[in-house]
């Protein structure tokens, strides 16, 4: 993969958190990475939980992967993701070739789906608590191996920026939080 870009893919469907979306693509795009979104409802225009519309580059399906990372946002709609076989056999052969599965709010539960997160630290949103129940729930994001997972919307650029150093590196995450203004922390 040396001589291609990094490449990452979005799976989304309608009830999609659009800041789990829209902020971790466009700070992967920020840093180079080719993202790919990809629908799964069969048209490529979702509408969000919040009535935002976001135009899918492809449908699912039509990816020419492999990808170095493939990313879940959650939010209401994830249902309709969890119900969708393709995405479960996706993810686990991704999983199986140790590239990146990184999930954020509820789209944690499509990776317990699939068995990623056995013997797994993990966090998610807390409405997802009953079916994950070992969310570490004070921690905004969580690697562990090539699992990256997220707690919710207040997380998303901590999730982006995160996948930007994991994809990329830790220098260009730094200049694109810099460039978006990311306060320092201590």
Known sequence: MADSPTSALFIIGDGVEELETIAPVDLL?????????????????????????????????????????????????????????????????????????????????????????????YTAHFSVADELPKIMADAPVVIDGNIVTSRGAGTATDFGLTLVELLCSESIADEVATSICVPETG
């Open 29 to 121: 795009r920020r840093a180079g990475v080719h993202v790919t979104v990809a629908s799964i409802t069969g048209i490529r225009r979702i509408t969000g939980r919040n009535g935002i519309v976001i135009e899918a580059d492809i449908l699912l399906g039509e990816e020419s992967g492999p990808y170095d990372a493939i990313v879940i946002p959650g939010g209401p709609g994830i249902k309709a993701v969890r119900a969708e076989s393709k995405v479960i056999e996706c993810i686990k052969k991704q999983a199986e070739e140790g590239r990146l599965v990184a999930a954020i709010c509820a789209a944690p539960t499509v990776l317990q789906d699939a068995g990623l997160l056995k013997d797994r630290q």
